[in-house]
């Protein structure tokens, strides 16, 4: 069994950016089998700081997917 998180992440300079979707489809195009999706939540990115306060923004979603990876195709 295998578990991958995926997500995707916005940048103000890069823009959006996928994560872990690349390995978790190979895993499935190799014979692994999605057995759940796990929720995950909003990832956050911190902007600055002072005695008080503390400034942040969304910065991407992700979650996990659980894979039976037993059968997989030996390459």
């Known amino acids: 069994m295998q578990i991958i998180q995926i997500g995707l992440r916005f940048s103000l300079n ?3 950016r996928f994560f872990g979707i ?4 190979h895993l499935i195009s190799q014979g692994a ?9 909003l990832l956050m990115q911190k902007t600055g ?3 008080e306060t ?3 923004y969304i910065s ?4 996990k ?3 039976d ?3 997989l195709i030996s390459s």
């Open 14 to 16: 890069d823009g959006p």
């Open 22 to 25: 690349e390995e978790a489809n």
């Open 33 to 41: 089998v999605v057995l759940r999706l796990e929720p995950g939540g």
């Open 49 to 51: 700081e002072d005695q």
């Open 54 to 56: 503390v400034t942040t």
């Open 60 to 63: 991407g979603f992700d979650a």
């Open 65 to 67: 997917v659980v894979l």
């Open 69 to 71: 990876d037993s059968r």
